[in-house]
């Protein structure tokens, strides 16, 4: 009767594996979501990464879950994406975010994120009153379950402040043609 069992508890053990993998990409957490709206960003004349924000609202609702999606174009250290993350939520916040909040946030930032090439897929899934998910490709990189922290971060792009307004239009879908 063991060697009977051993097999089945294999395969739901298998079987949970699996299903638990074809849960960890970043569409679960927003299904119906659809292309709000898409941006290039480039600097100094340099492609930087492709975006598309997703939503199941449209227009976007702040109260609603929603992900930004970055395709790379270009290497970038990770420590350069925490870095230019931290000073974005900086200049934003102002004293709004204390100094040591922002050193929690950029070591959280420093999980989440990785080195990137020309072709890395980096997810952002906002969650309101949670937090945010992080996905490399399709896979849960790391999940940061506070609120202030996910507000402070969407909104390096999405606040009306960014230091890339136009970008900001392309992914609302407010951008005139």
Same mark, same amino acid.
């Given at each position: 009767?063991?060697?009977?069992?051993?097999?089945? #508890?294999?395969?739901? /053990?298998?079987?949970?594996? +699996?299903?638990?993998?074809?849960? $960890?990409? /970043?569409? =679960?957490?927003?299904?119906?979501?659809?292309?709000?709206?898409?941006?290039?960003? #480039?600097?100094?004349?340099?492609?930087?990464?492709?975006? #598309?924000? /997703?939503?199941?609202?449209?227009?976007?609702?702040? =109260?609603?879950?929603?992900? +930004?999606?970055?395709?790379?174009? @270009?290497?970038?250290?990770?420590?350069?994406?925490?870095? $230019?993350?931290? =000073?974005?939520?900086? @200049?934003? $916040?102002?004293?709004?975010?204390?100094?040591?909040?922002?050193?929690?946030?950029?070591?959280?930032?420093?999980?989440?994120?990785?080195?990137?090439?020309?072709?890395? @897929?980096?997810?952002?899934?906002?969650?309101?009153?949670?937090?945010?998910?992080?996905?490399?490709?399709?896979?849960?990189?790391?999940?940061?379950?506070?609120?202030?922290? %996910? @507000? %402070?971060?969407?909104?390096? /792009?999405?606040?009306? #402040?960014?230091?890339?307004?136009? +970008?900001?239009?392309?992914?609302?879908?407010?951008?005139?043609?």
């Amino acid at each position: 009767m063991t060697r009977a069992r051993s097999p089945l #508890r294999h395969s739901l /053990w298998l079987l949970a594996l +699996l299903g638990s993998q074809a849960l $960890a990409n /970043w569409q =679960d957490s927003l299904p119906g979501a659809q292309i709000i709206g898409t941006g290039e960003f #480039r600097m100094f004349g340099f492609d930087v990464y492709n975006a #598309r924000l /997703w939503s199941a609202t449209q227009p976007l609702a702040s =109260d609603q879950p929603f992900a +930004l999606e970055l395709i790379y174009q @270009r290497r970038i250290s990770r420590d350069d994406l925490v870095q $230019a993350s931290v =000073d974005e939520i900086k @200049r934003l $916040a102002g004293t709004s975010v204390s100094t040591g909040q922002l050193a929690g946030w950029e070591a959280q930032m420093q999980q989440a994120f990785v080195d990137v090439q020309a072709g890395t @897929r980096i997810t952002g899934v906002y969650l309101p009153g949670q937090g945010a998910r992080f996905f490399v490709g399709q896979q849960l990189r790391y999940e940061i379950k506070d609120p202030a922290f %996910a @507000r %402070a971060f969407f909104d390096i /792009w999405l606040d009306p #402040r960014t230091s890339n307004p136009e +970008l900001r239009q392309q992914l609302l879908g407010t951008a005139q043609p």
